[in-house]
């Protein structure tokens, strides 16, 4: 018997689509630190929990690649602006920001009609993708329809649209 195990694959984490910034842009400071408030900062002044906030986010990124892994090679790969930051397509990353806001709120969002209404207007228009009656737009600045080809500009980087999976069953 072997005096130690094997080693076990590690398998990295997806990238949300989309950021604490993103967060930030869309619900405020404010609302954020009632939703996740991390420990107290110096001066005792509050600050965010980041990784309560990340993780939020990749569970609405995977919730929404279960809609998009009916057209869409999941998960997606972000086109890159000139800084190296990821570029996301919209409405998704504002789709999923609505997703994770409402995953913070416990899923109970029932005090506040407008958090559950744009979680439910992003499973409709994730499940308007997957029916084929949605797509996902190229990454913002991409330059797509350019003649010289986006891609360059994106370091080599653009979304691809899978075609329909064909359900092959043997």
Known sequence: MP????????????????????????????????LAP?????????????????STLR???????SYLATRYAVPLTPAVDAAGAPLWPEPLTSFVADM?????????????????RRY???????KAVAKGQ???????????GDAGGGEDALGGVAFVQCGRRRNDWR
């Open 3 to 34: 005096d130690s195990l094997p080693p076990v694959a590690v398998i990295p984490q997806s990238p949300p689509y989309g950021s604490v910034a993103t967060l930030l842009e869309r619900f405020g400071e404010a609302e954020l630190l009632q």
């Open 100 to 116: 994770a806001h409402y995953h913070l709120c416990g899923g109970n969002a029932r005090d506040d009609e407008g958090i559950t």
């Open 38 to 54: 991390g420990p107290e900062g110096e001066g005792a002044e509050p600050v965010l929990d980041e990784a309560l906030l990340l």
């Open 59 to 65: 569970r609405a990124s995977r919730e929404a690649d």
């Open 134 to 144: 949605a797509d996902l737009p190229p990454p913002p600045d991409s330059g797509a």
């Open 120 to 126: 439910q207007e992003a499973l409709d228009w994730l």
